[in-house]
């Protein structure tokens, strides 16, 4: 794993640049992407670049990491609405070549064609990752089997008290998600995980020098050949 430890505007920019690097050498790549507070700064930076012509989404295809179960994609809180407010309205993305996993999912063999999908456009080239304070990447809580496909999950309490600042009481939490499994996710040929903020220091500590293990999702990446993992100072703050 490479680390970089910079302010956020300066890992944010660094971020970017992978992006710039691979849109320009390979337009019609295929993105892995990701929701929550953490990309917010990263996806403002991408639409600059967009607008100032530096690189275009024309021609790329996009696959989001997750989505709530039971959120269709006009609902404020599923990650397709998150994703067209805060990145596919603003870039030259084509919408029918963006897909986010679907909320009405019912099925692990259902979603497990999600994998299908994402392997017949070729496999993620570049996929970018937050991470959950209990190490899940994408919603992969602790101890999802290494091997996983998309599948549905169970959210922890730790997770849906996480995320209750969206919605408006800890019961609108959905309970479920449908996640690109970590299986899917270790097949990404790049990956990229930002952390921001001292709230994830002891999650970054285990997620880079602890042992790799299913009880850390995050700590698996150590087995990915091209992880870069951008942290702030803060994040960065029990690193030895
Ligand atoms: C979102 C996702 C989650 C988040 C994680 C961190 O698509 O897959 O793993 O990346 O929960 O969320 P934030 O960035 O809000 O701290």
Excluded: W
Aim: net charge negative; with cysteine.
């Amino acid at each position: 794993m490479k680390v970089i430890i910079e302010s956020k505007e300066k890992a944010n920019k660094l971020a970017a640049e992978q992006y710039v690097k691979l849109l320009n050498s390979k337009p019609d790549c295929v993105l892995g992407l990701a929701t929550g507070s953490t990309p917010l700064g990263l996806y403002a930076e991408l639409i600059r670049l967009n607008k100032e012509g530096i690189i275009s989404f024309s021609k790329c295809s996009s696959f989001n990491l997750d989505e709530y179960i039971g959120l269709d994609g006009t609902h404020d809180q599923s990650y397709r609405y998150f994703m067209n407010t805060n990145l596919f309205d603003h870039v030259d993305i084509r919408k029918d070549h963006t897909f986010v996993p679907s909320g009405s999912c019912k099925s692990d063999e259902e979603a497990a064609l999600y994998d299908e999908a994402i392997e017949k456009a070729g496999g993620v080239d570049l996929q970018l990752l937050g991470i959950g304070h209990n190490g899940h990447i994408g919603f992969n809580e602790p101890l999802t089997p290494f091997e996983s496909k998309t599948h549905i999950e169970k959210l922890t309490d730790s997770t849906r008290e996480a995320n209750k600042r969206f919605f408006a009481s800890i019961d609108e939490v959905p309970t479920h998600a449908i996640t690109m499994g970590i299986g899917t996710i270790m097949k990404s040929k790049i990956i990229i995980l930002v952390a921001f903020g001292e709230d994830k220091a002891e999650i970054m500590k285990k997620t880079i020098e602890g042992k790799p293990t299913i009880s850390v999702p995050a700590s698996l990446l150590q087995l990915h050949t091209d992880v870069t993992v951008y942290l702030d100072p803060e994040a960065a703050s029990l690193l030895s």
